[in-house]
């Protein structure tokens, strides 16, 4: 009796440990059928609408999906107060927050005070080219519409068709899945720079350069053309300034060479360059990027599900999951490699702290110079000095982590920042005296409030514009957009989150 009791368990046992592996196997072959449900040669028709990849690749989906979380927004003029007398003149002293995921990237551009608020195709601030590094809807454009039709007229020109995030047509072909680069600026930046192509370069190389897609300086470039018609119009053409080199100093020669400038400062009337977001080029100058390791290692890292290998497409902050990110190379603990990481941030606040300030001080100075009578040609160094020391300063700081990607490159350009800062403070002081100001002192900045009036902002004026504009033009470009199929209304749910008081400007 006892010995059948045992043998029923016994094949109890077996038949539940046979199910398991049965069960098993059948979700590894239903993975594998998923993984092999490629689109292959038909490709995804809508391929900008990131939820038509759902099906075939529904892991990298919804990890991607995830860059929604983490949705808090940090005012980095409220943080920075020096901040909107550095930009006086330029869209970034109305508006400049914490880059946060992509999922966010297209929202925060529309809601942005930057980009102001049109009426109509034909008005606003800004030019097409503002679109650039928000969409896949941007190299359909560019393929549509031709590269020059594309980066002619206004940002609003473009509001009813680019209406999906970053998305998977950004660095993906629909076909094959393989990694692909879809705007033209890049190639030709890599070339102007004698670098290999992104057809040219390893796989290891792809996985870093489909972010510099977007992670790169550039500049709009003035480009006249005819269209079919000929009828003569200007293009203002995505560019890296590559021509020198990737270094800071091989872009600030190329920009001095064609004397170009982004605008002109409010307060000094220094010919300003304004940094965009060279993340890549600084990683290439940190230990990282010289040995090798590529963005997606530590922005993309691998996980294992099961039998399943993938590519976790949350983008965001690799010190939230180290063991995937760092923990494969390193050999430390977590802790003390986060306390490392750490440090660097400090020392990094330290001399950017101090070069603000210095520039802040200097454009007040050179503003109560000209105010006293001071001629350009006895500002003109000055001036240079600014201009210099100034795009130093931005290209460390607007490349955001390169406090961790590159920390020497980094302390070494805010050094001279500073460096070009005190230069045109010392020359300052002289001509300040010559013109009977020797006690000058200039006025506090210590608060977002006194900065923006320094800057001659009108915060609530602004505000009170986008939202109407909002009510208003955002509303019939994204009606159009859903009624023509471009767009899903239910993909940018949670991406507009300027009614829940997460925004600088509209607070509650
Ligand atoms: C099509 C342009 C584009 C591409 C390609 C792109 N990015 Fe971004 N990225 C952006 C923009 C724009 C933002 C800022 C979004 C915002 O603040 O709304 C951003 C934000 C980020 C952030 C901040 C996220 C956070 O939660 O703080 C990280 C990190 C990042 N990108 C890394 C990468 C990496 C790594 C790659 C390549 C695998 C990449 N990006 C490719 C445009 C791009
Ligand atoms: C910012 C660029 C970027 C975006 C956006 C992006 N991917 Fe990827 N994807 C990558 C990189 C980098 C890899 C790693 C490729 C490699 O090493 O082969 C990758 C890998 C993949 C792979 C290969 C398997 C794997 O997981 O490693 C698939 C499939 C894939 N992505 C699908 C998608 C889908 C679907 C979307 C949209 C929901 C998407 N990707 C969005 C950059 C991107
Ligand atoms: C060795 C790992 C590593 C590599 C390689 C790397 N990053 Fe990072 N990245 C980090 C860490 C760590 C941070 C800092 C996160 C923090 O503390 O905010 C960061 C920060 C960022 C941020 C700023 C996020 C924010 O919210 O401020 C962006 C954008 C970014 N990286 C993009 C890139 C791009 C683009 C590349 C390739 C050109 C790259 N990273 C290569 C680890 C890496
Ligand atoms: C693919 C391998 C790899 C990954 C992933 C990686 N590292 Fe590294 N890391 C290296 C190498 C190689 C060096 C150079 C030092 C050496 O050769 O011993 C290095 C150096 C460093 C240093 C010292 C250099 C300096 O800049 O002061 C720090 C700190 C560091 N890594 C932090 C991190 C963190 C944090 C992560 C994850 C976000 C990370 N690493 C991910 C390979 C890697």
């Not at 991607?64 to 943080?79: M, R």
């Not at 020198?244 to 300003?272: A, L, R």
């Not at 950017?352 to 503003?367: C, P, S, V, Y």
Request: hydrophobic share 35%; with cysteine.
């Amino acid at each position: 009796m006892i010995k059948f009791k045992l043998l029923l368990v016994g094949s109890l046992v077996a038949i539940g440990a046979m199910a398991l592996l049965a069960s098993s196997i059948n979700e590894k072959e239903k993975e594998r059928v998923e993984l092999n449900k490629a689109p292959s040669n038909a490709g995804i028709v809508g391929k900008e609408k990131s939820e038509e990849w759902a099906k075939y690749y529904p892991r990298e989906y919804d990890s991607w999906k995830k860059t929604k979380e983490g949705i808090e927004l940090t005012d980095v003029l409220a943080k920075d107060t020096q901040l909107p007398v550095l930009w006086a003149g330029y869209g970034f002293a109305k508006d400049y927050n914490k880059p946060r995921g992509h999922f966010y990237a297209l929202q925060d551009n529309i809601n942005s005070l930057r980009t102001g608020a049109p009426t109509d195709a034909k008005s606003g601030p800004m030019p097409t080219a503002c679109w650039t590094c928000k969409s896949p809807d941007v190299p359909r454009l560019i393929e549509e519409d031709g590269e020059l039709e594309y980066f002619t007229g206004k940002w609003a020109k473009y509001g009813n068709q680019v209406v999906n995030s970053i998305g998977c047509a950004n660095c993906h072909d629909d076909k094959t899945a393989q990694l692909q680069v879809r705007v033209p600026h890049l190639d030709r930046g890599l070339k102007a720079a004698g670098l290999k192509t992104f057809e040219e370069s390893t796989h290891q190389e792809k996985r870093s350069l489909v972010c510099a897609q977007c992670h790169v300086e550039y500049y709009f470039q003035k480009t006249p053309w005819k269209d079919a018609k000929g009828v003569d119009k200007t293009a203002g053409v995505v560019t890296l300034p590559w021509a020198n080199g990737t270094s800071v100093e091989g872009m600030e020669k190329y920009y001095d060479d064609i004397k170009f400038s982004d605008w002109t400062h409010k307060i000094s009337k220094t010919p300003m360059i304004k940094a965009q977001h060279p993340g890549y080029e600084l990683w290439r100058t940190g230990i990282h990027g010289q040995k090798g390791v590529s963005c997606a290692d530590c922005h993309m890292p691998y996980v294992q599900e099961g039998s399943v290998k993938y590519s976790n497409h949350q983008v965001g902050n690799p010190l939230e999951q180290m063991d995937k990110s760092c923990m494969n190379c390193h050999r430390e603990s977590e802790a003390k490699l986060k306390d490392i990481v750490a440090q660097k941030l400090v020392r990094k606040e330290f001399l950017n702290k101090i070069a603000m300030d210095n520039l802040g001080k200097a454009h007040l100075e050179t503003g109560k110079a000209m105010e006293l009578g001071a001629s350009d040609a006895e500002l003109a160094d000055i001036r240079t000095n600014l201009r210099h020391g100034q795009f130093r300063w931005d290209m460390a700081v607007a490349s955001h982590g390169s406090f961790f990607h590159a920390p020497e490159e980094t302390l070494r350009l805010l050094a001279s920042a500073n460096e070009q800062a005190q230069q045109a403070r010392i020359k300052l002081v002289k001509v300040l005296a010559k013109y009977g100001a020797m006690d000058y002192v200039a006025p506090d900045f210590d608060t977002k409030e006194k900065a923006q009036k320094l800057a001659g902002v009108n915060l609530e004026a602004l505000a009170a514009e986008k939202m109407k504009f909002k009510q208003t033009l955002e509303q019939e470009w994204k009606k159009e957009a859903i009624a023509k199929g471009r767009l899903n209304a239910s993909s940018y749910e949670g991406a507009d989150t300027i009614n829940d008081g997460k925004s600088s400007w509209n607070k509650k």
